[in-house]
């Protein structure tokens, strides 16, 4: 069996134009937490430098980006921001940056969620989107040690979901409008 690498902390990173996911990963234990949501500030170079205070904080070994691709293996339209943002993180960090397949990470999201008894509508985007970072780092650590795949997951935590009676006060004002 091969040694595997020294990088320990990782920071998944799912890219947004309006929210970036973030999670913080363990090579050693297979551990990922979710670190929560970045809003993206608008530019790339304020995006490093929020990123790059995220890695220093955590002692981050290797940030790993998610890659999105179409079904198909494609690149989207978004690859070519995501590989710009790789390059300017790249420039700045002292740490290398990798990037993994995200086809499947919104529905891996999306799956914990339904572990925990919820669905995508009943959670904020942010928190989805931290799942989502999840799942890249969780890729991105079993690709490395191919032993934690078979570490059985931790159950999902419940993420609160938003509450009932203020969307259904919101619907019933949606609908007396209409009616109007």
Do not use: C
């Not at 690498?5 to 090579?27: C, E, I, K, M, Q």
């Not at 419940?158 to 409008?177: G, H, N, V, W, Y």
């Amino acid at each position: 069996m091969t040694e595997p690498p020294s990088a320990h902390n990782v920071l998944g990173v799912d890219y947004g134009r309006r929210r970036v996911g973030t999670a913080l990963g363990f090579l050693d234990s297979g551990l990922v937490i979710p670190l929560g949501v970045v809003h993206h500030p608008g530019t790339q170079a304020a995006l490093v430098e929020l990123l790059a205070e995220l890695v220093v904080a955590r002692e981050v070994d290797v940030v790993v980006l998610g890659k999105p691709l179409h079904a198909d293996g494609r690149e989207s339209p978004m690859s070519a921001e995501v590989a710009e943002l790789r390059a300017a993180l790249l420039e700045r960090l002292e740490v290398p940056v990798e990037w993994v397949d995200e086809r499947h990470s919104s529905q891996d999201a999306e799956a914990s969620l339904k572990d925990a008894g919820l669905r995508w509508w009943q959670v904020e985007k942010g928190r989805i989107d931290a799942l989502a970072a999840m799942a890249i780092a969780r890729s991105y650590l079993h690709a490395q040690n191919p032993e934690l795949a078979l570490t059985p997951e931790p159950p999902a935590a419940s993420p609160e979901p938003f509450d009932d009676r203020r969307a259904r006060r919101q619907r019933l004002r949606r609908k007396r409008k209409k009616d109007d």
